[in-house]
């Protein structure tokens, strides 16, 4: 097939063998139906903002009602629930994928195509809810994607931000964040639960009294009452009439009016009091890999974290039973420590409310509780000063350290001859401003604590929580993370999809070992044209994007090599950059060699407290000016930063890219999700041994996979043995010339010491992200890409052998180990 074949079936829904459920009214009637009485419009005149929201609509209803079945059937069969913590989201637009998994995307299609609208150009315009940073809360949404199409009991817990992550402009080269109002016009897809309202607390006074058996127990009163309000989002199972939802708490205020300064008449005053209160859920914290320490932060931690408890436990007492059976009906999957505040909320709850004895309330949160651990930073390991708990929680910190008692008395009683293990592992720590340690808490107070790749759940078994394994050898275990192959293949690669499904049937969109079979296809020519021209469809919309939105050209045929992800030391986007100010060097000093034309992608956020990150992002379009306008280098080589990066941008870059860039020093990235996206679009990866690319490796062979660099032990070990990026510097002449650049106004004429806390973090800093350590092997293993994407059968046979291997990084797979071997839960379809 020619590329415009693959184009035109880019407008064609690609499954047609399931029929839609069946319904008396057609999608577009309902639409229509919706336009004038929900949105109160004239449905004889449309716009395309109307047939949006009156699809929204349309759609909704069919997921409502297999949602309200489906809860039904939990409660009729007395199933175990999942509740999912996690005080990130990021679900990307929902349209295109709620179509797919109820296959109406042919009738949306159709609907709009009569009047003359684009469901393409419709989506375009969709807005997407950022409401989270990055991995991990793209983890939890591809986790909600693959319990719904499992049919697990789950329920997904979070906040409705009503500013998520902010959008990101390149002004003058730098990152400029601005609000991102996402709600502006309001949105069909959450369900508001006005009557679902509860009460939350900060501050206040933690009473004593003596209850009718003499056991002392406590009260928490007065302080200030928020309240949380329910905002449901449907998630359904890919074609399986199931449908679960997400409950995301919007902070409400808890009087409309404060009645004493209202009648003293201080009116500003009282409306003052709840804006105030609505704040704790305005607006996402833009920190990854780093909490930022501050009050409201955790005040949206406890404030989603015990309108959920209420929620878990309302619903239980609802069954009349004992309080024991609450783990054997309930799990709660803590994602990062950010909800671990659950664990002394929940023994409050128990212990103050429903009267348990210590013994009795512990128990039943050992059983239910959880933990995932999703990084290894040390700055990242969330703490919280004991003198703002106490004020905020006063309760909860009596509780924390009667945890803490008991636990390092036990510790003391089973390892006598190690005096100093209490103390390391105590959940607070010593010093003139003692800290909650909140992974401490998560550990001690959970049945399970688990990693998210395999070299990570290592480190944290042999070095983060080395001292936990010993107290708790059966608790700790690993996940490796996985994605949604609904929304990273079938939906973000139609082409790709196309030729698939012709050849292996449509099973692999919901059993995605089925891409095992492809490996009898990489010797058959016409399938790896087919897949070539794919790839290259895929190629060129992205550099039509380029085109509108940063006004360069890039060559189609060039080497797509992408790195987007957030920007941290850590992934070392600086490592890539180097690089590249190399090629350019040996580009104009030798123009007679012919050169594989290049064309290097960024895209990311930085912190807007991350001045190291910032200044990487400028340093990148400050080369990238130079580069792109230089006549010399123009035709081999581009650089280019696409600006607010996001879900849906991550969908347009992931079936286009040749080469994807997972270059974290070893050791430091947990897992990496994006790495899976990427080659599962048949991207070969570029790559240290760190998270799971070594996963990766092992599952689509060595010979298909560029990895370099030290591994994490040399990383250790040079750094005993002492680093010296001096001596590199003096012994790599290339490799100086390049940081010499950066160190003068090459970049920024007139601006000489633009980048020297870049050029100091490399050199007199000590960098313990060790880039120049592994510069060499990375210039070497893309001198190698380069010489084999010239050999085109090579290198698409390549790709296709990291498209099968794949499977095993489904997040159908990771799903199904969590549900198997922590959970214990088992899906009711
Ligand atoms: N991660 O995105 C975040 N935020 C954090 O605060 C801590 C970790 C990332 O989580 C992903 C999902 O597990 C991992 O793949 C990634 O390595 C990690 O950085």
Redesign the pocket.
Known sequence: KEVKDYLRLLDKPLDESEAPEARNSALGEDALWHVLYSLGQDNTHLTERKCYWGLVLAVRDRMLEKWSEVQRRYYKNDDKRLYYLSL?FLPGKFLRGNLLALGLENEAHEFLRERGFSLDEIIAKECEPGL????????ASCYMDSMATYGLPAYGYGIRYSYGLFRQEIRNGQQVEQPDNWLHEGTHWLIPRPYKLYPVRFYGTVYEWLDDNGILRHDWRGGDLVMAMANDVLVPGYRNGHVNSVRLWEARPHKEFVLSSFNAGDYIGSVQEKISDENISMVLYP?????EGKTLRLKQQYFFVAATMHDMVRRFKKLNKPWDQLPEKNVVQLN?T?PSIAIPELMRILLDEELLSWEEAWYICQKLFAY?N??V?PE?LETWTVELMEQLLPRHMQIIYEINRRFLEDVRLHFRDEPDLPSRVSLITAGPEPRVRMSHLAIVGSFSVNG??AL?TQILRDRVFHDFIRIFPDRFNNKT?GVTPRRWLRQCNVPLSWLLSEHLGCGWVTDLNQLEKLRELVDVEEFRHDWEQCRLTNKKRLADYIEKMNGITVNPHSIFDVQVK?FHEYKRQLLNILHIISLYNNIRKKPEVKMQPCTFIFGGKAAPSYRMAKDIIYLINCVARRVNSDPHTRNFLKVIFLANYNVSLAQLLVPATDVSEQISTAGY?????GNMKFALNGALTLGTRD??NIEIAERVGDGNIYLFGLCEQEVIDLRRRGYDPWDIYKNDSELREVLDMINSDQFTPGDPTAFSSIFNSLLSGGDPFMILADYRAYVEAHKRIAHEYVDRELWIKKSIMNTAGMGFFSSDRAIKEYSEGIWDIAPDV
């Open positions: 990130e989270g940073n990055g991995g991990l809360g793209r983890l920190s990854d890999d780093a909490p990062e950010h995932t999703h990084t930073l990242a998210v790749s990570h993370n957030r990235e947990a897992s990496g999700t998270g799971s």
